[in-house]
């Protein structure tokens, strides 16, 4: 794929310099807020693998996460 192929450098490439990369690797264990992420909700969230809480999951449970879009949730992706 696109992705596996060797980098190929240009005319249009950034010069070569040395940046510091930080990488985390997590086992799926919630790190960081634990309430709704509905704007301005600070409500507990539902259960720990969800992103709302009961409220806001009734009414967009199973829409698509991104903000703003209308698009119902496809499961499993």
Do not use: W
């Not at 985390?24 to 969800?50: E, K, W």
């Amino acid at each position: 794929s696109e992705c596996t192929q060797p980098y190929i450098e240009t005319q249009d490439s950034p010069p070569d310099e040395s940046a510091t990369v930080k990488m985390v690797v997590i086992d799926g264990i919630v790190m960081g807020p634990q309430h709704c992420s509905y704007d301005n909700c600070s409500n507990t969230l539902v259960n720990h693998r969800g992103v709302f809480c009961d409220v806001h999951n009734l009414e967009f449970g199973a829409r698509c996460r991104v903000h703003d879009c209308p698009n119902q949730k496809i499961n499993n992706t």
